[in-house]
């Protein structure tokens, strides 16, 4: 019998960065979990709980409840193995480079959106509280060295403000689910 499906992921709260085990009972990607707003919670196992400025002040726990409405960003390291059965649905997307800024941070990523819609109407029609991102790149406010994650998911009620950064790339544009992360990713860590 599956035990679940379990992820390792980055929580930044304005105070905070949880580190742990996020497991799911049904695979899916983080976004949609997030998203689902079934619990007020995200429970973490195997967590490290440091001062968001102050991530040498690590504490380990063995379980955590996290209040995900709090959560500014949730970056995942490492993704399991999606099962044989799981396939996504593959919608039209293309790809945008947006710098956004929090109070916390500034983050530069590429956001997936329809080709047919501009920035801004996706923007009034999205429903979700995160915003999936990829090749992202968070920038402290407070100074820091710049962090590089795979996939990030964004609370769409701690964006500031936003513009379309410049690329030097046309952007791509092709069917595709939103992936998580990368194998590559799973090691990355701050």
Request: charged residues 15%; proline residues 8%.
């Amino acid at each position: 019998m599956n035990q679940g499906f379990t992820f390792t992921i980055e929580v930044f709260t304005p105070a905070l960065l949880c580190t742990g085990s996020y497991t799911l009972p049904l695979y899916r990607r983080v976004s949609d979990a997030l998203n689902n707003r079934l619990s007020r919670f995200i429970t973490l196992h195997d967590v490290s709980i440091a001062p968001l400025w102050r991530p040498q002040q690590a504490q380990r726990v063995p379980q955590a409840l996290i209040a995900w409405g709090d959560a500014l960003l949730v970056s995942v390291l490492a993704e399991p193995e999606p099962p044989a059965d799981y396939h996504p649905i593959a919608t039209q997307r293309t790809t945008q480079t947006v710098m956004f800024f929090t109070a916390e941070f500034a983050v530069r990523a590429e956001m997936y959106k329809r080709p047919d819609v501009s920035l801004e109407e996706m923007l009034m029609e999205l429903a979700d509280d995160f915003i999936p991102l990829r090749n992202v790149t968070i920038f402290p406010i407070n100074g820091g060295a710049p962090l590089h994650r795979t996939f990030v998911c964004l609370a769409q009620r701690a964006i500031q403000a936003l513009y379309i950064a410049r690329t030097t790339t046309p952007v791509e544009q092709h069917p595709t689910e939103v992936p998580e992360s990368s194998a590559s990713d799973s090691a990355a860590s701050i």
